[in-house]
């Protein structure tokens, strides 16, 4: 009897990809705890064929694309904040206000670190994968005073494989990048992949090697018969990338290739020595996992302050609300491409669109008043922490809007308690394309920028 | 044993944890040092990459520890005279 996956055991981490995207890279794993719901598994989709047969029955479907939708929702601290709101704005400047602190603040400039993320995602004992290429376009939070902040972050996952990821065997090569894999491998109990070098490149010509699925170490005579495949290198980046290996599925209906890559240039590529082998074991083990943060280290943003004024107005004045929602909805479009079900590209090509809301006991009518005039106003969202050591500083996460246009305004007489106030917001900009919305971490941890992995 | 170092660098930040098997959890701080055995550090070192790395491994010439058998479906499978393994070259200094 098997043991069946239970949602206590989930696990999910996440690195990004420094190798570029959908091909993984050498930045440590981050594991994240999730409060469920989690979902993170690839799901191959049907598409309706269509017809109806004279017999008034229906055919089989024809295999669709491969869908990973990503969703995580995790507890928001201000170090596991930082990777991901530089994923969805882009641009960060990073400062030291005092020895031990650092600030950093994040406008949307999409362009500046186009990262995306690659991980490890389990239910175990059943399924547990590797997935490359994974994109949020989406992040919410709710705000409350007193509260554990929760972020949640939705997106897709382009590709993936059950495979575990290579070790090297045998050999004096001291090549690290690789090999990486991906991909459905079409029968996993012959075993797992076995990658041999057959030439090894000087800096200047090309690599060669061979591939066989074995359950044991593979001999001389399953070598010999072998193909030899030449590490693909596109003359448009110089640098190595997915090939088949005929190991995946490629049937009638279906086209799925288990690829493997090879990263770097041929400089690279000259770590390689003729006869390394690397192994990728037909089924992935748990890995163990390390959590950027403890519990009993790293505490919530407990404390929200929320500060308005009309635009251009020289004094902040501050205000309390009941709970507030921060939405930055940066989104990703998911591209099909030809010869694979997998998303060829997750592009970050919507309108960025941050809002939020307020939810107040309705004492004033200063909201009520800016929308019926249609002004535009300025409001500030301020989380604080704890300490950071004893400097003057506190973890805190500031959301400044530079200009937002209230959208909505509720303020029903529900029952003889207390009237609630309801305020929808969007950040606005103006014809510069100035900044909507602007977010300010105060931290303790130094966080390794995009460009600088 | 292996002896295994959190970096100095800190790629993970201050303060992380690595979960262990048996509840035996590391807090780590940068420079920390600490003994697991053998396979819990093969295993670490795997998803943590940069963050860790080996200071020491006792017993250095004890080869690499059989990794944990996937339960396969036993499958008959062509028979082969089995190479021996050229295990053991690949510790890391």
Redesign the interface.
């Known amino acids: 009897m098997s043991t069946p996956a239970t949602g206590t055991r989930v696990a999910v981490a996440l690195a990004r990809e420094s190798h570029g995207w959908n091909r993984g890279g050498a930045e440590p794993l981050s594991a994240y705890r999730p409060n469920l719901p989690v979902s993170f598994l690839l799901t191959p989709t049907n598409t309706p064929g269509g017809l109806v047969l004279q017999s008034q029955t229906t055919p089989a479907d024809l295999p669709g694309p491969i869908t990973g939708a990503a969703d995580l929702t995790i507890r928001a601290t201000t170090r596991e904040l930082l990777v991901f709101l530089e994923h969805l704005f882009g641009k960060v400047v990073k400062t030291t206000p005092t020895a031990g602190v650092k600030q950093y603040v994040f406008t949307w400039r999409p362009d500046e670190a186009v990262s995306s993320f690659w991980g490890f995602s389990s239910l175990p004992p059943v399924i547990r994968q590797y997935f490359y290429g994974l994109r949020f376009g989406k992040a919410d939070f709710a705000f409350q005073s007193g509260q554990v902040v929760n972020m949640k972050l939705t997106g897709f996952v382009s590709q993936g494989s059950t495979l575990e990821r290579a070790d090297q065997e045998t050999g004096t090569g001291t090549y690290a990048l690789g090999p990486w894999v991906r991909g459905p491998l079409l029968d996993p109990d012959e075993g797992g992949l076995w990658f041999k070098i057959i030439v090894a490149s000087d800096g200047t010509t090309d690599s060669t090697f061979k591939v066989v699925q074995s359950l044991d170490t593979p001999d001389a005579g399953d070598w010999t018969a072998a193909p030899t495949h030449t590490i693909y290198i596109p003359s448009s980046t110089g640098e190595g990338d997915w090939q088949d290996t005929g190991f995946g599925i490629f049937e009638a209906a279906d086209k799925n290739l288990l690829e493997v890559l090879w990263p770097g240039a041929k400089a690279d590529h000259s770590d390689l020595v003729a006869g390394d082998i690397f192994k990728c074991e037909a089924v992935i083990e748990d890995p163990i996992l390390t959590y950027p943060s403890s519990l009993q280290t790293a505490f919530g943003l407990q404390h929200l302050g929320l500060f308005r004024r009309d635009l251009g107005a020289p004094d902040w004045e501050s205000f309390s609300a009941t709970s507030s929602t921060l939405s930055i909805d940066s989104p990703i479009t998911a591209r099909g491409g030809n010869g694979t079900l997998y998303y060829v590209g997750l592009d970050r090509l919507g309108s960025f669109l941050p809002t939020g809301t307020i939810v107040r006991e309705f004492g004033d009518t200063w909201f009520e008043s800016r929308r019926e005039r249609r002004k535009l106003i300025e409001l500030r969202q301020e989380l604080v922490g704890p300490q950071i050591g004893s400097t003057a500083f506190r973890h805190t996460v500031r959301v400044d809007w530079a200009a937002a246009e209230i959208t909505a305004q509720t303020r029903p007489a529900g029952n003889a308690g207390l009237v609630s106030e309801t305020v929808t917001f969007a950040g606005r900009s103006d014809d510069s394309g100035s900044d909507p919305v602007t977010v300010t971490v105060i931290t303790d941890y130094g966080f390794t920028l995009f460009a600088d992995l | 044993m292996t002896t295994i170092r959190y970096a100095k660098s800190?790629?993970?930040?201050?303060?992380?944890?690595?979960?262990?098997?048996g509840n035996r959890?590391v807090?780590?701080t940068p420079d920390r040092e600490v003994d697991l055995d053998d396979e819990?550090a093969r295993?670490?070192l795997?998803?943590?990459?940069?963050?860790?790395e080996v200071v020491e491994a006792k017993k250095a010439a004890t080869p690499r520890p059989p990794?944990?058998a996937?339960p396969?479906?036993s499958?008959a499978?062509k028979a082969?005279?089995?190479?021996p393994?050229?295990?053991g070259?690949?510790e890391v200094a």
């Open positions: 800190a790629p993970l930040g201050p303060n992380p944890m690595s979960e262990l098997p959890n807090l780590w819990d295993r670490l795997k998803s943590g990459g940069s963050a860790f990794r944990k996937a396969r479906p499958k499978r082969k005279t089995t190479t393994p050229e295990g070259s690949e």
